[in-house]
Nanobody, 117 residues
C-alpha cells in the first residue's frame, strides 16, 4: 500500500521560511517523479513544483520560482520543499504526490501552511 506522509507545515510570518517533507512508502514501480501542489481555501488545487527521479530535472510554478526549492533523497524515499520569503498568498494546504513508472498518481493527506502578514 502506497503512503505519502507530509510534515513541516505550520504558522509563519511573511518573509519567513518553512521546510516541508514528504516520506513515501510502498512505491514498487521506480523510477517515480514527485511533486508538490497546494490548495488555498475556496480555490482549486494548483501545481507548485515537481522533481524527476534522479533529481536532475525540476519545474516550478511561476508564483514560487526563486523562492521555493524542491529536492529529494531517494535513500530516504523523501521529497522536500524549502519555502523562503513566504507571502500571505502562499497560505494553503500543501499536498505531496508521486507518479510511478506505470503512470499512477498517489497523494498525501496534506499539511497546512499559514503565512501571516
Amino acid at each position: 500500500q502506497v503512503q505519502l506522509v507530509e510534515s513541516g507545515g505550520g504558522l509563519v510570518q511573511a518573509g519567513g521560511s518553512l521546510r516541508l517533507s514528504c516520506a513515501a512508502s510502498g512505491l514498487t514501480f521506480s523510477p517515480y517523479s514527485m511533486a508538490w501542489h497546494r490548495q488555498a481555501a475556496g480555490k482549486e488545487r494548483e501545481f507548485v513544483a515537481t522533481i524527476s527521479w534522479g533529481g536532475g530535472s525540476t519545474r516550478y510554478a511561476d508564483s514560487v520560482k526563486g523562492r521555493f526549492t524542491i529536492s529529494r533523497d531517494n535513500d530516504k524515499n523523501t521529497v522536500y520543499l524549502q519555502m523562503n520569503t513566504l507571502k500571505p498568498e502562499d497560505t494553503a494546504i500543501y499536498y505531496c504526490s508521486a507518479r510511478d513508472g506505470a503512470g499512477t498518481d498517489y497523494w498525501g493527506q496534506g499539511t497546512q501552511v499559514t503565512v501571516s502578514s
